[in-house]
């Protein structure tokens, strides 16, 4: 069976290098994605550090989640212009597309392209392969035109338990 992802890049600092990740995020559990300014977020104190804050969404509240720092990468410089645009992709639960509840804007670092991808060309990710493994539903490799990647698939129903964990530890927190 033939699935969409969209190919986005995550970066980071560790160790004061510079890290690219290159995942996959299934399109079916992708509702829209959202271009903002660091401007549209309200900060909300005593959440989580990967919990950037909110964004009104069609004037609903929308959680901003910084999906690099969830997965264990540092956290980024707060002292940016709050001008600066960011690119989001707002995940949601399954089956929510035409809710509002149940979904979360996860910030990328680069928004890249659709792949499409033959479901058992997916591989299964080794359980102790890394300390973020319990992110990902599978890799696989990809051969484009001038250059092969490989790529983790992304577990958006493991990054809402993981929120759900962070939400049943905090008060007031209702992804």
Not at 146 to 159: G, M, P, R, Y
Request: hydrophobic share 45%; glycine share 4%; proline share 4%.
């Amino acid at each position: 069976m033939l699935t969409d992802y969209f190919e986005i890049e995550l970066q980071h600092l560790a160790l004061e290098q510079e890290i690219t990740n290159k995942l996959l995020v299934p399109i079916n559990r992708t509702a829209e994605v959202m271009n903002l300014s660091r401007g549209d977020l309200c900060l909300i104190p005593a959440v989580h550090p990967a919990l950037l804050g909110v964004c009104n969404q069609r004037g609903r509240l929308l959680w901003v989640l910084d999906l690099s720092q969830l997965m264990g990468g540092e956290k980024q410089d707060t002292k940016i212009r709050s001008s600066e645009k960011i690119t989001a992709i707002v995940m949601m639960m399954p089956n929510q597309l035409e809710q509002q509840e149940g979904r979360i804007a996860g910030i990328v670092t680069t928004l890249k392209r659709i792949v499409t991808l033959e479901t058992e060309d997916i591989k299964p990710i080794m359980s102790a392969q890394t300390q973020t493994s319990h992110f990902f539903s599978g890799i696989v490799t990809v051969d484009f035109p001038l250059e092969s990647n490989t790529f983790n698939i992304l577990d958006v129903d493991a990054v809402f338990r993981i929120l759900q964990n962070f939400a049943a530890t905090t008060p007031m927190v209702k992804l």
